[in-house]
């Protein structure tokens, strides 16, 4: 069974500065798709950014990138230039491409505070 | 375009009543999908739907559980009765296509209390 850990509950960032929020997966499958949602107090959870596991070139959304090292099953997070508004909760996730009854596996989150 | 609605934004019961959720997608979404997600976890599929059929219900408690998806569009998810562990945030998330990369848009959830 895939499994996804985020080692991290919370994590807190200055404004303008750079955060790596840690990510790593457990899985068989050779081919699949990489995710981090965001989840605000209250708020729908929103894709952020997502990778393709064939894809060596890491995936880049404005100030998100990721480092995704498909050997070592990690998917780490980096946001660059921090704001306020960056603080939510955030979800990695998996979906092996096994079709279309492939699911999305999440892990528990890491909690982000912005402080000023 | 309009997002992913569902209805009610919260809910409290007492243990062993009925409640039911109920989501509208975005249009011409054919997979929908039902999370739950416990305080402190990521969400967990209970359902997926393609159109009006079941493709994964693997997670979701049948002997309380149910859902359904009448006409491919807007899908009710019941629970009855209501157990203590239920309370949680019910997700409706849909997708235009059949998974994959494509993205999965998320409803605001229903809270679910159960006393």
């Known amino acids: 069974a895939q499994t996804v850990t985020q080692s991290q509950p919370e994590m807190s960032v200055q404004e303008a500065e750079t955060v790596t929020l840690s990510c790593t997966y457990d899985?068989?499958?050779?081919?699949?798709?990489l995710f981090w949602y965001k989840q605000p107090p209250s708020r729908q959870m929103i894709l952020v950014i997502r990778?393709?596991?064939?894809?060596?070139q890491n995936a880049t959304e404005n100030r998100f990138s990721v480092n995704f090292q498909k050997a070592a099953k990690s998917f780490s997070l980096k946001i660059s230039d921090s704001q306020l508004g960056d603080a939510a909760m955030y979800f990695c996730?998996?979906?092996?491409?096994?079709?279309?009854?492939?699911?999305?596996?999440f892990g528990t989150g890491t909690r982000l505070q912005v402080t000023l | 375009e309009a997002g992913v609605a569902q209805s009610p934004r919260y809910k409290i019961i007492e243990k062993r009543q009925s409640v039911a959720f109920w989501c509208n997608p975005i249009?011409?979404?054919?997979?929908l999908y039902w999370y739950q997600q416990i305080l402190g976890q990521g969400p967990k599929l209970l359902i997926q739907?393609?159109?009006?059929?079941?493709?994964?219900d693997s997670q979701l408690p049948k002997d309380r559980f149910s859902a359904e998806r009448l006409k491919g569009v807007d899908s009710t998810l019941k629970i009855q009765p209501a157990k203590l562990e239920d309370s949680a945030v019910y997700l409706c998330?849909?997708?235009?296509?059949?998974?994959?990369?494509?993205?999965?848009?998320f409803g605001p959830g229903t809270r679910l209390t159960v006393l």
């Open positions: 996730a998996y979906r092996p491409n096994t079709g279309t009854a492939s699911k999305l596996t």
């Open positions: 899985t068989s499958e050779s081919d699949y798709y």
């Open positions: 990778q393709e596991a064939y894809k060596q």
């Open positions: 249009s011409g979404h054919a997979t």
């Open positions: 739907f393609q159109n009006n059929g079941v493709v994964d």
């Open positions: 998330a849909t997708v235009e296509g059949r998974g994959g990369l494509d993205t999965q848009y």
